[in-house]
Protein backbone atom coordinates (compact mmCIF):
# COMPACT_ATOMS: atom_id res chain seq x y z
CA UNK A 1 0.00 0.00 0.00
CA UNK A 2 2.74 2.54 1.24
CA UNK A 3 4.56 1.33 -2.25
CA UNK A 4 1.03 1.88 -4.26
CA UNK A 5 0.91 5.63 -2.13
CA UNK A 6 4.70 7.01 -2.92
CA UNK A 7 4.07 6.10 -7.28
CA UNK A 8 0.45 7.55 -7.03
CA UNK A 9 2.44 10.37 -5.40
CA UNK A 10 5.51 10.80 -8.09
CA UNK A 11 2.57 10.33 -10.53
CA UNK A 12 1.09 13.59 -9.78
CA UNK A 13 4.54 15.60 -9.00
CA UNK A 14 5.31 14.63 -12.88
CA UNK A 15 1.51 15.49 -13.78
CA UNK A 16 2.20 18.86 -12.34
CA UNK A 17 5.93 19.66 -13.80
CA UNK A 18 5.04 18.47 -17.44
CA UNK A 19 1.46 21.07 -16.96
CA UNK A 20 4.08 23.61 -15.79
CA UNK A 21 6.00 22.93 -18.79
CA UNK A 22 3.39 23.44 -20.85
CA UNK A 23 1.86 26.41 -19.54
CA UNK A 24 5.73 28.19 -20.38
CA UNK A 25 5.67 26.51 -23.78
CA UNK A 26 2.48 28.45 -24.88
CA UNK A 27 2.79 31.68 -23.68
CA UNK A 28 2.90 34.51 -26.15
CA UNK A 29 5.76 35.48 -27.89
CA UNK A 30 6.07 38.54 -30.49
CA UNK A 31 8.61 40.38 -32.09
CA UNK A 32 8.70 43.37 -34.56
CA UNK A 33 10.75 42.54 -37.64
CA UNK A 34 10.44 45.91 -39.80
CA UNK A 35 11.56 48.45 -39.49
CA UNK A 36 14.25 47.87 -37.95
CA UNK A 37 15.40 49.64 -34.82
CA UNK A 38 16.63 53.59 -35.63
CA UNK A 39 16.17 52.84 -39.33
CA UNK A 40 16.22 56.07 -41.60
CA UNK A 41 13.95 55.77 -44.72
CA UNK A 42 11.10 57.66 -46.28
CA UNK A 43 8.74 57.07 -48.91
CA UNK A 44 7.20 53.66 -48.54
CA UNK A 45 6.81 52.17 -44.92
CA UNK A 46 6.90 48.34 -44.69
CA UNK A 47 6.00 47.10 -41.15
CA UNK A 48 5.97 43.52 -39.81
CA UNK A 49 5.57 41.47 -37.16
CA UNK A 50 5.91 38.31 -35.68
CA UNK A 51 3.21 36.39 -32.99
CA UNK A 52 3.31 32.86 -31.65
CA UNK A 53 0.27 31.75 -29.53
CA UNK A 54 -1.87 28.88 -28.91
CA UNK A 55 -4.86 30.94 -29.20
CA UNK A 56 -4.27 34.11 -31.36
CA UNK A 57 -7.14 36.94 -31.57
CA UNK A 58 -6.91 40.01 -32.86
CA UNK A 59 -4.50 42.73 -32.97
CA UNK A 60 -4.37 46.57 -32.14
CA UNK A 61 -1.54 48.92 -34.15
CA UNK A 62 -0.29 52.18 -34.41
CA UNK A 63 2.46 54.14 -36.26
CA UNK A 64 3.01 57.27 -34.20
CA UNK A 65 4.99 60.72 -34.50
CA UNK A 66 7.24 61.76 -31.92
CA UNK A 67 6.16 59.21 -29.36
CA UNK A 68 5.34 55.75 -28.43
CA UNK A 69 2.83 56.52 -25.50
CA UNK A 70 -1.28 56.00 -25.88
CA UNK A 71 -3.32 57.70 -27.91
CA UNK A 72 -0.52 60.22 -28.83
CA UNK A 73 0.24 61.83 -32.32
CA UNK A 74 -1.66 58.63 -33.79
CA UNK A 75 -0.75 59.05 -38.15
CA UNK A 76 -1.71 55.40 -39.21
CA UNK A 77 -3.34 52.19 -37.50
CA UNK A 78 -6.60 50.25 -36.61
CA UNK A 79 -6.80 52.94 -33.08
CA UNK A 80 -7.52 56.36 -32.43
CA UNK A 81 -10.14 56.38 -35.39
CA UNK A 82 -7.79 55.22 -38.19
CA UNK A 83 -8.55 52.28 -40.35
CA UNK A 84 -5.25 51.94 -42.13
CA UNK A 85 -5.01 48.66 -44.07
CA UNK A 86 -2.69 45.83 -42.68
CA UNK A 87 -2.99 42.13 -42.76
CA UNK A 88 -3.28 39.60 -39.97
CA UNK A 89 -3.77 35.94 -39.63
CA UNK A 90 -3.21 35.36 -35.96
CA UNK A 91 0.87 34.94 -36.25
CA UNK A 92 2.03 37.48 -38.88
CA UNK A 93 1.53 41.21 -39.70
CA UNK A 94 2.51 42.93 -41.89
CA UNK A 95 1.39 46.98 -43.71
CA UNK A 96 2.81 49.24 -45.80
CA UNK A 97 2.50 52.49 -46.11
CA UNK A 98 3.15 55.55 -48.16
CA UNK A 99 5.01 57.97 -46.01
CA UNK A 100 5.95 60.91 -48.41
CA UNK A 101 3.35 62.90 -47.40
CA UNK A 102 4.21 63.18 -43.76
CA UNK A 103 6.71 65.35 -41.55
CA UNK A 104 10.12 64.13 -41.24
CA UNK A 105 11.20 63.05 -37.74
CA UNK A 106 11.00 59.98 -35.27
CA UNK A 107 8.06 57.62 -35.30
CA UNK A 108 6.98 54.81 -33.50
CA UNK A 109 5.62 51.52 -34.59
CA UNK A 110 3.81 50.10 -31.70
CA UNK A 111 2.24 45.90 -32.16
CA UNK A 112 -0.44 44.81 -29.32
CA UNK A 113 -1.83 41.69 -30.29
CA UNK A 114 -5.14 40.95 -28.11
CA UNK A 115 -4.04 39.00 -25.23
CA UNK A 116 -6.80 36.39 -23.60
CA UNK A 117 -7.77 36.47 -19.88
CA UNK A 118 -4.88 35.31 -17.58
CA UNK A 119 -1.85 36.29 -20.16
CA UNK A 120 0.51 38.98 -19.85
CA UNK A 121 -0.43 41.91 -21.59
CA UNK A 122 2.24 42.32 -25.12
CA UNK A 123 3.24 45.49 -25.89
CA UNK A 124 5.67 45.84 -28.29
CA UNK A 125 7.49 49.26 -29.91
CA UNK A 126 9.91 49.90 -32.67
CA UNK A 127 11.13 53.56 -33.22
CA UNK A 128 12.47 54.71 -36.33
CA UNK A 129 12.67 58.08 -38.62
CA UNK A 130 11.53 59.56 -41.72
CA UNK A 131 13.92 61.46 -43.56
CA UNK A 132 14.12 62.37 -47.06
CA UNK A 133 17.39 64.33 -46.83
CA UNK A 134 19.67 61.92 -48.73
CA UNK A 135 22.30 60.72 -51.01
CA UNK A 136 23.30 56.93 -52.03
CA UNK A 137 24.43 54.63 -54.51
CA UNK A 138 27.75 53.65 -56.37
CA UNK A 139 29.30 52.99 -59.70
CA UNK A 140 32.37 54.32 -61.48
CA UNK A 141 33.62 56.76 -64.02
CA UNK A 142 35.83 55.40 -67.32
CA UNK A 143 38.56 57.24 -69.69
CA UNK A 144 40.55 56.47 -72.24
CA UNK A 145 40.12 52.67 -73.95
CA UNK A 146 36.99 51.50 -71.96
CA UNK A 147 38.03 47.86 -72.36
CA UNK A 148 41.28 48.23 -70.52
CA UNK A 149 40.08 50.62 -68.18
CA UNK A 150 42.89 53.63 -68.70
CA UNK A 151 41.38 55.41 -66.17
CA UNK A 152 38.91 54.29 -63.63
CA UNK A 153 37.19 55.45 -60.45
CA UNK A 154 34.92 53.81 -58.25
CA UNK A 155 33.07 55.06 -55.34
CA UNK A 156 29.66 53.97 -53.31
CA UNK A 157 27.82 54.91 -49.83
CA UNK A 158 25.17 57.11 -48.34
CA UNK A 159 24.89 60.69 -46.79
CA UNK A 160 21.91 61.45 -44.62
CA UNK A 161 20.94 64.90 -43.11
CA UNK A 162 18.31 64.08 -40.79
CA UNK A 163 15.76 66.19 -39.36
CA UNK A 164 17.50 67.48 -36.34
CA UNK A 165 20.54 68.31 -38.66
CA UNK A 166 22.83 65.51 -37.94
CA UNK A 167 24.99 64.51 -40.17
CA UNK A 168 25.26 60.54 -40.68
CA UNK A 169 26.54 58.22 -43.48
CA UNK A 170 29.54 56.72 -44.74
CA UNK A 171 31.81 57.01 -48.14
CA UNK A 172 34.61 55.60 -49.87
CA UNK A 173 36.29 56.48 -53.12
CA UNK A 174 38.39 53.69 -54.87
CA UNK A 175 41.51 55.90 -57.22
CA UNK A 176 41.98 52.32 -59.48
CA UNK A 177 43.82 53.88 -62.12
CA UNK A 178 44.53 57.74 -62.51
CA UNK A 179 46.98 59.86 -64.57
CA UNK A 180 49.11 60.66 -61.37
CA UNK A 181 50.62 57.47 -60.50
CA UNK A 182 50.69 58.21 -56.68
CA UNK A 183 46.80 58.21 -56.36
CA UNK A 184 46.78 54.85 -57.97
CA UNK A 185 45.28 51.64 -56.28
CA UNK A 186 44.42 54.74 -53.77
CA UNK A 187 41.43 54.71 -51.53
CA UNK A 188 39.62 57.40 -49.34
CA UNK A 189 36.71 56.50 -46.55
CA UNK A 190 34.78 58.57 -44.62
CA UNK A 191 35.34 59.45 -41.02
CA UNK A 192 33.23 62.66 -40.78
CA UNK A 193 30.57 64.45 -42.55
CA UNK A 194 31.09 68.15 -42.72
CA UNK A 195 28.78 69.60 -44.91
CA UNK A 196 25.76 68.42 -46.92
CA UNK A 197 23.60 70.80 -49.66
CA UNK A 198 20.87 69.72 -51.80
CA UNK A 199 19.04 71.45 -54.19
CA UNK A 200 15.43 70.13 -55.82
CA UNK A 201 15.57 70.02 -59.51
CA UNK A 202 12.20 70.04 -61.97
CA UNK A 203 13.25 66.46 -63.59
CA UNK A 204 13.08 67.95 -66.85
CA UNK A 205 15.89 70.47 -67.68
CA UNK A 206 17.18 70.50 -64.00
CA UNK A 207 18.46 67.44 -62.54
CA UNK A 208 18.40 66.82 -58.21
CA UNK A 209 21.65 67.78 -57.48
CA UNK A 210 23.93 67.58 -54.38
CA UNK A 211 27.38 68.17 -52.93
CA UNK A 212 29.05 66.99 -49.78
CA UNK A 213 32.37 67.57 -48.08
CA UNK A 214 33.55 64.82 -46.18
CA UNK A 215 36.78 63.98 -43.55
CA UNK A 216 38.58 60.86 -43.94
CA UNK A 217 41.24 58.58 -44.53
CA UNK A 218 43.31 58.36 -47.58
CA UNK A 219 45.06 54.59 -47.76
CA UNK A 220 44.96 54.86 -43.88
CA UNK A 221 46.47 58.64 -43.36
CA UNK A 222 43.91 60.69 -41.74
CA UNK A 223 43.31 64.45 -41.72
CA UNK A 224 42.47 64.20 -45.86
CA UNK A 225 39.05 65.84 -47.03
CA UNK A 226 36.85 65.23 -50.32
CA UNK A 227 34.41 67.69 -52.12
CA UNK A 228 31.94 65.31 -53.42
CA UNK A 229 29.61 66.71 -56.28
CA UNK A 230 26.67 64.71 -57.96
CA UNK A 231 23.31 64.84 -60.16
CA UNK A 232 21.12 62.75 -60.63
CA UNK A 233 18.74 62.09 -63.53
CA UNK A 234 16.40 58.66 -62.39
CA UNK A 235 16.84 55.73 -62.23
CA UNK A 236 19.15 53.91 -64.43
CA UNK A 237 21.74 56.61 -64.09
CA UNK A 238 22.64 56.61 -67.44
CA UNK A 239 22.80 60.49 -66.96
CA UNK A 240 23.88 60.73 -63.53
CA UNK A 241 26.98 62.74 -63.11
CA UNK A 242 30.05 63.05 -60.71
CA UNK A 243 33.10 65.27 -59.80
CA UNK A 244 35.49 64.98 -56.99
CA UNK A 245 38.03 67.18 -55.42
CA UNK A 246 41.05 65.47 -52.79
CA UNK A 247 42.51 67.71 -50.57
CA UNK A 248 45.63 67.00 -48.43
CA UNK A 249 45.52 67.71 -44.75
CA UNK A 250 46.50 71.62 -44.76
CA UNK A 251 43.41 72.01 -47.43
CA UNK A 252 45.46 72.15 -50.31
CA UNK A 253 43.51 70.30 -53.58
CA UNK A 254 45.80 67.67 -54.82
CA UNK A 255 43.36 66.18 -57.49
CA UNK A 256 40.14 66.71 -59.43
CA UNK A 257 38.14 64.45 -61.49
CA UNK A 258 37.19 67.40 -63.67
CA UNK A 259 39.74 68.33 -66.92
CA UNK A 260 42.82 66.36 -65.41
CA UNK A 261 41.72 61.96 -65.99
CA UNK A 262 37.84 62.58 -67.44
CA UNK A 263 35.68 64.22 -69.80
CA UNK A 264 32.48 63.64 -71.12
CA UNK A 265 31.16 66.45 -68.77
CA UNK A 266 27.24 67.22 -68.01
CA UNK A 267 25.43 68.44 -65.67
CA UNK A 268 22.38 70.84 -65.44
CA UNK A 269 21.23 73.62 -63.30
CA UNK A 270 24.25 73.13 -60.37
CA UNK A 271 27.03 72.27 -61.82
CA UNK A 272 28.23 71.45 -65.38
CA UNK A 273 31.72 70.13 -64.89
CA UNK A 274 30.58 66.82 -64.00
CA UNK A 275 31.58 63.70 -65.68
CA UNK A 276 28.36 60.85 -66.26
CA UNK A 277 28.87 57.76 -65.36
CA UNK A 278 29.89 54.93 -67.04
CA UNK A 279 27.89 52.31 -64.71
CA UNK A 280 25.83 52.27 -61.43
CA UNK A 281 23.77 54.70 -60.26
CA UNK A 282 23.07 57.89 -57.75
CA UNK A 283 19.91 58.69 -55.77
CA UNK A 284 19.45 62.01 -54.48
CA UNK A 285 16.13 62.79 -52.23
CA UNK A 286 16.05 66.51 -51.15
Known sequence: MKRIFIIFTVLIALFAMTTSALAEEIQPVGEITKPADGEILWGMLYLEATYVDDDPGGVQWAVRSGTCAAGTNTVA??????????????ALFSAAIDT????PGMYCFIFNPRENSG????????????????????GQILEGDKKTEEYKISFGGYINELYNGQLVGEWQINFHNVGNDTFDKSKFHTTNIDVVNFYNGNGTSCNDAMNFDAYGTWNGMP???????????????KADTIRIHLFDPDGDQIYDTHAVDFSDWGGYCVGASRTYLDSGNITIAP
Do not use: C, H
Request: negative net charge.
Open 77 to 90: GNVDGYLTDFAWDG
Open 100 to 103: TGWT
Open 119 to 138: EPNMRLTREFILDPQEVYGG
Open 223 to 237: GYKITFRAGDFGSPG
